[in-house]
């Protein structure tokens, strides 16, 4: 047991098992174990500067300065990686594995300048407004009209069970996906509202108001969502997309589903719309 603690290397799991061996009466293998952790410590800690990675890093300083170890050039490396919004386990590159020719069609929208051409939203009172900042009121009968049609069609689809729980779920969209867009179009610093209003809405407007995971482009990269992530609508997509790509795999099917504060991306974020 003493010599797979000490093969593996990390102090915080040395620590406990001096705690153990302690409580289990083994005095010997507790001194023993003690002894080396000044060791293991130090070694823990050079790996973890060699990684240049925020949160182990940050790990290691604790177990290293738990063992009287001085830690003024890691802390000195931890500030610099803090400045520099190296949070994550590694640094985030595209996913080489995804055509970036699959994006050819969106890159008329990277310039944040193409609205859709009927950029409203339904409220819940029944009005209609235009989806820009100050929502200011739709008053053109025949465009409420209009509007209200494509909210009738689009509540009758959720009946039917496209507005299911299990059917928004499945419309989570593949991590490595998300960030490929997002390196593509360079929508690093839009926010989530900016995203929604300057493409998936213009990209999808004719595409029968899809959601952006049943989009031609995006349908085989959608399907069940593994997380689903909670969010702010004017916060940060690169940030999103960081925090989603630093847990997952990015070779593999993990996809998740954003829960933005009052409504659901994944679902409609209003009755004549939908985004995910």
Partial sequence: MLALLLDEGHPNNLREAVKAFECAGFASEAAQARARL???????LASRMAEDDYNRLAEAILAAEAEGISCADARTQLEALSKNGRFGAFSLTYPEHIP????????????????????????????????????????DPELIAFERARAAEAEAQDAAGEGSAEARVSCALRVDFLVALTF??????????EVVAYLVKP??????????????????YSGQADVMMSHYWDGSWGTLIACAAQGSSMGDTSGFALSPTGNGLGTRPTSTSRAW
């Fill in 38 to 44: 000044p060791e293991i410590a130090s070694a823990f």
């Fill in 100 to 139: 970036r020719a699959l994006f050819d069609p969106l890159r008329i929208f990277k310039d944040k300048n193409r609205l859709a051409d009927r950029n409203y939203e339904m409220w819940t009172d029944g009005t209609v407004h235009e989806m820009v900042r100050g929502s200011p009121l739709v008053t």
């Fill in 184 to 193: 593509e179009l360079n929508l690093w610093h839009w926010s989530t509202r």
């Fill in 203 to 220: 990209s999808t407007e004719f595409e029968g108001r899809c959601r952006f995971a049943r989009h031609p482009i995006a349908m085989a």
